[in-house]
């Protein structure tokens, strides 16, 4: 969310307004700015309490009042209604609780939002989107409203209207003159910012909803209007207390009680002081804050984070719900995309609100870095640490093969340790529990594990893949699978260290390197033929799984795979264990012990092939953090209509294949990987950011 000190900018989070209120109640904007700002000449205006904390509804109506605003006592009245939700939907909801008559004649103006960016030009693109064309429609639609401007203090106010202004008949435009038949909706944010810029911003792009405004009969506003004033006062008096008169035209409006006993959250509130918050105000605003920028992929992001502790904390219930609610995707990656914007803002914290206006998290963040601060950790994070079935959930989703459905499986079945499953996949490890009798013979009852080949695997090398790799040792591994590439393809073979490496880390779990070579009759099958090599000379202890469905696609990009599978439908995939073949003491352990077997430690390995058409394509989808991959594929469909995966990138309404990284023509092909990724990364119009400054979670 937008701060408050920043004029003319419109707010993107509809659950962080509140706080932005707060805010500016404890920041506040001298007495005579806001009698600058008259209204006394607009028509009436309706605040809708919903969603406002007591002291944030009594802030704003104590400025609307100051600024000689006509406040209407109940909806039907207003000719302007003010809302603190960002979307129609809400709105419209909000509106039928306060009895508001006709809600289905208000349409909603989705063209509201004057900083949201833009789709980039696509130089690829041949005919509009349904994206585009829908914007040019919505925005064709706005241009045909004849409209006129009410202007008062520099905002202009649109509003169609059937026949002459006020201003040409030289009327006073008050509640009493005004002649339009117009009811606007308007986003709060006009307020605040209004306050903010100390002149009235033009209303166009806050408006939510607008419609027809008739003057009802008054027999039907007389039966209706009791209702409404009662439903009114019921929500501001549970919000507030009571009901006292401000001093302007007589409204009555909601202030809390001074011996009222204040919630826990009020209480915190209170203690919070006004140096935080100016601090607050003097901080640079990142300009993706500004501008509301969601997606990971359309920032800059590096570690560590000024807010590593709070980060822990979210970290840790992200984890308990991808173990505990498997089947809840959209919660667990609402605290995904929660993450990767705190990680990204480079202050630390100092109040709520400001969490709050960061996007994609809101009040719900705000809330929780609320109880971070005056607790030092998340009571859903505890669970996580103290809970023994977390836990073993947790043991068991750390074996290669197995996901949280299976570790729940597994749970549920009755095992409890690595060792136990260990025990029941290989019998002979009995000595595993030799001095633990009661662990054995609980084992002794319990079924088959139904662990598949893969996950077996995982469970024997357990323990070697939770040792880190150093860098170097990735290298060493990445130039002899290189070596191998080149002997039997040629030397315009190319390899691209990607995962963790690329990010930057000190160490990885794994080892992910893509292989591809400018002519695709060689990347064809070539997974088969790079393992049967590395095989032979000695280096593959075993292997976990390979996929050749890229090249059974005739390595085409893949348009429609299930979630768990695309990963390996999208390129041909080999996941391997390695182990270094060297062995300086052979020798002499063989000597000692006949049965002796190579100590070192078992890696796992996983060899991409990609063609080259697509390898941009395919170092971009597998060099960015678990968020940043999503937010890539999020912004591709919904800004710009197009499917991206690590295959290839295609038009959503043809399905075709887009040559984004100018292959077709010989004499433009990129020379190198690096150049590759750079082409797909411009064409979607984004900015090429360094893999270390892509490390979301």
């Not at 508001?100 to 063209?111: N, Q, S, T, Y």
């Not at 000595?431 to 024997?460: A, I, S, T, Y």
């Not at 963790?500 to 880390?505: D, E, L, T, V």
């Amino acid at each position: 969310m937008i701060a408050a000190s920043e004029p003319g900018l419109i707010e993107g989070d509809p659950t962080s307004q509140a706080t932005t209120a707060s805010l500016n109640s404890y920041i506040g904007t001298e007495v005579q700015i806001l009698l600058s700002l008259d209204l006394s000449k607009w028509p009436a205006i309706y605040l809708l309490p919903h969603g406002l904390e007591p002291e944030d509804y009594r802030d704003v109506v104590t400025k609307l009042t100051s600024m000689h605003a006509n406040i209407a006592q109940l909806t039907g009245q207003a000719r302007i209604i003010l809302s603190y939700a960002s979307g129609p939907a809400r709105v419209k909801h909000d509106l039928i609780s306060e009895r508001f008559v006709d809600v289905d004649r208000l349409e909603p103006c989705l063209k509201n939002n004057a900083t949201t960016p833009s789709s980039p030009s696509l130089s690829f693109r041949v005919k509009p989107s349904v994206t585009e064309s829908n914007e040019s429609h919505e925005l064709a639609m706005s241009n045909q409203i004849d409209s006129t401007t009410v202007s008062n203090g520099g905002a202009a106010f649109s509003v169609s209207k059937p026949g002459p202004s006020p201003q040409d008949s030289g009327e006073s435009v008050d509640s009493h003159t005004w002649n339009s038949d117009e009811l606007l909706v308007l986003r709060l944010q006009w307020f605040y910012d209004s306050v903010a810029a100390n002149k009235l911003l033009p209303l166009n792009q806050y408006v939510l909803l607008k419609g027809p405004w008739t003057a009802r009969d008054s027999n039907i506003l007389q039966k209706t209007s009791t209702q409404q004033q009662n439903s009114s006062k019921r929500r501001k008096s549970n919000l507030s207390g009571e009901y006292v008169s401000l001093g302007h035209g007589g409204e009555k409006h909601a202030r809390t009680k001074s011996s009222q006993t204040l919630s826990k959250k009020r209480v915190l509130l209170s203690q919070e002081t006004t140096q935080e918050l100016e601090a607050i105000d003097q901080r640079p605003l990142p300009e993706w804050v500004q501008k509301q920028i969601k997606y990971s992929c359309q920032r800059k992001q590096t570690q560590p984070s000024a807010n590593e502790g709070f980060l822990t904390e979210l970290r840790l219930i992200k984890r308990k719900r991808l173990l505990d609610e498997v089947h809840n995707e959209k919660v667990r990656n609402s605290y995904g995309k929660a993450i990767a914007s705190i990680a990204a803002y480079p202050h630390p914290f100092l109040h709520p609100s400001e969490v709050e206006r960061l996007p994609r998290c809101g009040e719900k963040f705000g809330r929780l870095f609320r109880q971070f601060r005056e607790t030092g950790s998340l009571e859903e994070a505890d669970e996580m640490r103290n809970d023994p079935k977390l836990q073993t959930l947790a043991l068991f989703w750390n074996i290669h093969g197995v996901g949280a459905y299976a570790a729940k499986n597994l749970y549920e079945k009755g095992y409890r340790t690595i060792d136990g499953l260990r025990y029941k996949v290989w019998p002979q490890l009995g000595e595993l529990f030799e001095d633990d009798p009661v662990e054995g013979n609980r084992l002794d009852h319990l079924e088959n594990p139904g662990l598949d080949r893969e996950q077996q695997q995982g469970l024997k090398y357990y323990y070697d893949f939770l040792e880190p790799i150093s860098r170097e040792e990735v290298e060493q591994i990445a130039a002899i699978i290189e070596q191998h590439l080149k002997a039997i393809t040629d030397d315009r073979a190319q390899v691209m260290l990607v995962g963790s490496y690329r990010k930057g880390k000190p160490t990885s779990g794994d080892v992910d390197i893509i292989v591809s070579h400018p002519e695709a009759f060689q990347t064809a099958n070539l997974i088969d033929r790079l393992y049967d090599s590395l095989s032979d000379e000695g280096w593959i202890r075993a292997k976990l799984k390979i996929s050749l469905a890229h090249t059974h696609r005739d390595q085409k990009p893949i348009l429609h795979s299930h979630k768990s599978t695309a990963s390996f439908a999208a390129l041909d995939i080999a996941l391997l264990v390695w182990q270094d073949k060297t062995w300086p003491s052979k020798e002499k352990d063989l000597l000692e012990d006949p049965d002796a077997r190579n100590p070192a430690t078992c890696r796992r390995v996983d060899i991409i092939v990609s063609p080259w058409k697509s390898v941009g394509c395919a170092v971009l989808g597998w060099s960015g953090g678990i968020t940043f991959e999503r937010d890539l594929r999020e912004y591709a469909k919904k800004v710009l209509d197009l499917k991206f995966n690590s295959s290839g990138v295609l038009d959503r309404q043809t399905g075709k294949w887009i040559d984004i990284e100018r292959y077709d023509d010989p004499a433009t092909r990129a020379e190198t990987i690096v150049e590759a990724e750079r082409r797909v990364i411009e064409g979607l119009g984004l900015e090429c950011y360094d893999p270390k400054e892509r490390l979301t979670d």
